[in-house]
DNA sequence: ATCTCAATACGACAAATGTCTTATTTGTTG
DNA sequence: CAACAAATAAGACATTTGTCGTATTGAGAT
């Protein structure tokens, strides 16, 4: 079976060079589409998801590949993404990898790096090119070069909204957390609805998730 | 002018066989010696710290390789250690990152993997096998997990199951998992009540708690 | 050759959850 | 005081989830 890839880059002598070393391997990789950007690439999976692997490109415009990166890894996990650009700083590689990348492969790599690194990807590796490992390692080693203070978004839980949601967080039925905060049922029920709202997601899971990434609980 | 390489390891057998591999390369490597254990290998570097490389073990009697890195890197900081294990677990490359080396590869690599790798290291990059870039990458994303103890149980989840417990620490419901997975939603259900069974669970949020916990995602 | 298990799949039923509407009480703030 | 937000509560309905039982297929192990 051969490995089903897509391919998200909004400039064509790139995307097609892209394809161009694809096509070096076609005994094992099948190119399946190419997004002219996330929006693109998102409306195309919406079609047909069955891709292994997404090459994805930063910088392209109308939605970058970073939160394209994010929305591919919350709604179809099992696609692996690897990042593929010409910067390395720091914070971008950071966030790609927050983001749920599996790699980060520098743009100009040679055709067989990239092969390799879709493979090692389907077996559970991380393709990384050497000085964007050194780079994470040394996120590793010091955490607090990272500014945490991103995004800050203000969801505006009240106090008894987050005893709810953290309650939530430990698998509790509304009963139990009815019993717990000696509220009725009703009112619990009512506590998370409104946490729905304002975190803007539609069930516990995605409540907690979003919870904790933004430090809420 | 050759690449200077020292050794630390205390088994006769792997210390010689990894001789062996350097000297395929004896153009351009040049084996230096080998230390029995930590302490060893700090003796013989007094004599002679004219080093490139360390291939440091961890696994050995009286000072095993993570303090030893330690002592090297502060003492030395200008030789490059690569670790060289067996084990693959997340607590013991979080602190062998932490002390300093540059790499982390398997025991069992190919000759050539460990030349690139000394190569790489050289060059500024930080060489690692897949599956461990792949873990330090896990550790970058959710720095909490380090050193939460983990209780090594086998809970046995298939292959398959591992894949729908992740889909379901996203948030997604049992269609959705379907369709990602190209399987019937009943198919889903049927997981998720064997993986209940496993876990010892009732519900989403426990299983991908207890997941989460033992890292098992 | 047989056994076992993972992976697949369906049906049925009860329980829990998500969504909407409406309503009372209390405390705060302009 | 009036307006507003937070906390409380209940009813109704559709959907999703949790828990059974049952069954087929294919890969590996014995």
Redesign the interface.
Known sequence: MKIKVAIAEDNDFLATSFEEKLKLFDNQIEFKFRGKNGNDLLKKLEEN??IDIILMDIEMPEMDGILTTEIV??????IKTIILTIFDDEEKI?KS??SGA?GYLLKDEKPITILNGIT?AL?????????I??K??E???N?NRISLENSKEDFALSKREIEVLEQ????L?YNEISENLFISPSTVRKHIENIYKKLH?N????A??KALKHNII
């Open positions: 998801h069955n890894s919350q709604k179809y996990p099992q950071f990898i927050q599996i090692m077996e559970g590796g991380a393709p990384m090119s050497p000085i490992a050194y994470s390692l996120l590793l080693r955490p939530l967080s430990q698998g039925d997601v069930n516990k899971m995605k907690v998730k």
